[in-house]
């Protein structure tokens, strides 16, 4: 193989050169015509070799340099860019975190030890330094908190029909939903006696809280899809009402019903239930302010079917003493909600509620998907049969015959339920939180209402029959389990600081003067609030009796520390 000369060398890398920078194969074509000319000429060599191999290196070198200030620049953009990417994380990041940091000092976030069952929440405080709460930031929403403590049992075949359609997350919610509904349009006639000693109905209200956009609608759907035909049936009664009898019953009616309209309804129901569906809780606050129409008094004693009475001296009202028969589902915003009901916890109007709460959708919303045509119209039928058989007898254009009261034995439901409220006190104990052990006798009578309507969905099970007994248990202590985590979430903080300031005002010395103070140095005070009530107390200079160092004393923290978390209380309570 003869042997390269250096032209061809310096040739070949000129050529080389000009392709790898990009300038083309024509360049390279160029090239190999002056090669050829030299080659066929040995004169042209000699007479311009030098002129060749000068012009060889030449565009080889300009070409291998813009070749290599290709790739580095390419190189230097791509690095701009990552680190462009990676300023705009970083910014969000301490966006985000100075946020969170600032909603922590004014008590928005809540962190809690794990026994408590409860994550972050509006109306709770905060215990932890920032470093811990950063590092706790993988922590789960409540909806997720739950779901991984307790796991939803099995369903009665006719709500699994209707719950095989409901998104996933929606499952409690739902489930509450229907019960209520279920109840009052179906078994409202249905007793069974509970631990009180008392015959109790299937009475269930329900509000479900949820931010924008999280499918509230999918409830009000349910509502007027799968009760269409009794909805239409009390619809029409509103529509020419005191125009038919006084035993007409009417099943379903708006938040929006005056009072007299609603005792009214009350008489000629006879022991029947109406239920009330209303998609803003905002409507409800604005009726329940207007005061000529149902109050939160109505609501209270719809929980136990206390009485309402009128002595009204109009000869068209029929007057008397009449038993509320009342259930409803709410939904509404979180803000809303608070709202509307911030006044109503020590009245006991928010623990006879069944809360809920609606997921968070994520980039697809799940979509409802109820059964249709034929299968429809046989959840449909089946409903009319079993409000035929425990509600009321409807007669077109005639007399509706409300149901005779059928009495259940549900001693196996008491028995668990029984268990299960030692189990709360116990827990309360154990926490050393007092709003359990006050709300779980409410909590287990919500769950006790569902099971009168559990029972009948199971067919009414007899003792003989343990399986589905066990399934109605089971769902009905995981009613319970859901009610009292998901109140303690939302009103516990709120709930033991009404009752710490109860107990203090009950409180007095042996003279019997209020206790202002504490006389006992060596007595750790660890509750904010009453740090705060504390430290707001003067002499009678003005001054403030307990100063940072005496709190400090008095709680075992830090002069600073008892500070700072006197003033995230008082940001918290605004």
């Known amino acids: ?88 994380y970083t910014i969000q990041r301490m966006a985000d975190e100075n946020l969170i940091r600032t909603k922590s000092k004014a008590g928005v976030y809540r962190r809690t030890k794990p026994a408590d069952g409860m994550c972050d929440d509006d109306l709770a405080t905060t215990d932890l330094p920032d470093d811990e709460f950063f590092q706790e930031q993988n922590k789960l929403t409540w909806v997720e908190s739950f779901k991984e403590k307790f796991t939803l049992p099995t369903l009665p075949p006719f709500l699994n029909k209707i719950m095989s359609g409901v998104p996933e997350g929606y499952e409690e919610p739902m489930l509450l939903h229907l019960l209520s509904m279920l109840g009052s349009f179906c078994f409202s006639k249905v007793r069974a006696k509970y631990l009180d000693g008392n015959l109790h109905a299937p009475n269930l209200q329900v509000i479900a809280e949820g931010n924008w956009g999280t499918g509230k609608g999918k409830f009000e759907d349910m509502y007027k899809i799968l009760f269409h035909r009794p909805i239409r049936r009390s619809l029409n009664k509103i529509e020419s009402f005191g125009q038919y009898s006084e035993t007409s019953v009417i099943q379903t009616t708006g938040i929006g019903t005056s009072m007299s309209r609603f005792v009214d309804i009350l008489a000629a129901n006879q022991g029947c239930h109406m239920y009330i569906f209303n998609s803003e809780v905002r409507a409800l606050a604005y009726d329940l302010k207007k005061g000529n129409g149902i109050t939160f008094d109505i609501l209270r004693k719809a929980f136990e079917n206390g009485d309402i009475c009128r002595n009204s001296r109009s000869k068209d009202s029929q007057n008397g003493v009449f038993p509320i028969f009342l259930n409803y589902t709410i939904t509404g915003t979180p803000l809303d909600i608070i709202d509307s009901f911030k006044k109503e916890l020590e009245g006991g109007t928010l623990s006879r509620i069944a809360w809920t709460c609606i997921p968070e959708t994520g980039r697809y919303p799940g979509v409802l998907r109820l059964q249709e045509g034929a299968d429809l119209e046989a959840l449909r039928d089946q409903i009319d049969e079993w409000t035929e058989k425990y509600c009321c007898h409807f007669v077109p254009g005639g007399e509706d015959e409300p149901a005779q009261e059928l009495t259940i034995d549900l001693d196996y439901v008491c028995k668990a339920l029984k268990e299960w409220n030692d189990q709360q006190y116990n827990l309360s104990v154990e926490e050393s939180n007092p709003a359990r052990k006050d709300v779980r006798l409410r909590m287990a009578t919500i769950a006790f209402h569902c099971a009168i309507v559990l029972h009948m969905l199971f067919d009414a099970p007899e003792a003989s029959d343990w399986r589905k007994r066990k399934q109605v248990v089971d769902l009905t202590i995981f009613i319970a389990n859901y009610c009292i985590e998901r109140f303690l979430h939302k009103f516990g903080v709120e709930q033991n600081k009404q009752r710490k300031l109860n107990e203090a005002a009950e409180l007095v ?27 707001d107390l003067k002499d009678e200079h003005g001054q403030n009796k307990y100063g940072w160092d005496r709190l400090a004393k008095l709680s075992g923290m830090s002069p600073n520390t008892v500070k700072r978390r006197i003033l995230e209380y008082e940001a918290k309570l605004g």
């Open 509 to 535: 010395e042996r003279n019997g003067e209020p206790k202002e103070e504490i006389k006992d140095d060596n007595q750790l005070i660890t509750d904010i609030a009453h740090l705060k009530e504390l430290h």
């Open 1 to 88: 193989m003869k042997k390269k000369s250096i032209i061809d060398k310096i040739v070949d890398s000129g050529r080389g050169a000009a392709v790898a920078a990009g300038a083309g194969y024509g360049t390279s074509k160029v090239i190999d015509s002056v090669l050829r000319v030299s080659r066929n000429d040995p004169k042209t060599i000699g007479k311009f070799g030098f002129i060749l191999t000068g012009l060889s290196f030449l565009i080889g070198g300009i070409l291998y340099a813009f070749y290599w200030s290709k790739k580095r620049n390419d190189a230097k953009a791509y690095e701009i860019e990552r680190r462009a990417d990676g300023d705009l």
